[in-house]
């Protein structure tokens, strides 16, 4: 992973074979400032992701080892959050078809480039009932 940042705009590469949102959470430790960030764009390709959908209370997931194009991903990262990131993607296949849902991990295949505005919020995830929302302080 190579990152740089100036004014509270992140822009990162992670490369071939990378865990991806894993990485990410190194740059808690090098910008101790940033508590908190929001997914502004990504674009590159994913192998080996997982994908899943909320319902009944648990998460139903889908494993994908086709290497796909990440055509979408938005959510939000937190060092006070567990989890510490929340992401839904879309990714489309050779055939143009798209699969989506709540991104859970993948690996970079080839390289993906993420664009993140940090931000000094601090956003925690409280309990309410059977979900996790999102809190801003």
């Known amino acids: 992973m190579v990152y740089k940042e100036h004014s509270g705009l992140i822009v990162i590469r992670l490369d071939d074979g990378e865990i991806f949102p894993d990485e990410l959470k190194s740059i808690f430790d090098d ?3 940033m508590e908190s960030g929001i997914v502004l764009s990504a674009l590159g390709m994913l192998s080996d992701f997982e994908l899943g959908y909320f319902r009944n209370g648990e998460y139903h997931r889908d494993r994908f080892d086709t290497p796909m194009e990440l055509i979408a991903i938005s959510g939000s990262i937190s060092r006070n959050a567990d989890p510490w990131y929340h992401f839904h993607a879309a990714l489309a ?45």
């Open 93 to 137: 296949n050779k055939d143009k078809s798209v699969v989506g849902g709540h991104l859970f991990q993948g690996r970079v295949w080839g390289t993906l480039e993420i664009f993140l505005l940090s931000s000094e919020l601090k956003l925690y995830r409280v309990p309410k009932g059977h979900l996790k929302v999102l809190d801003i302080i």
């Open 31 to 33: 910008i101790p400032y």
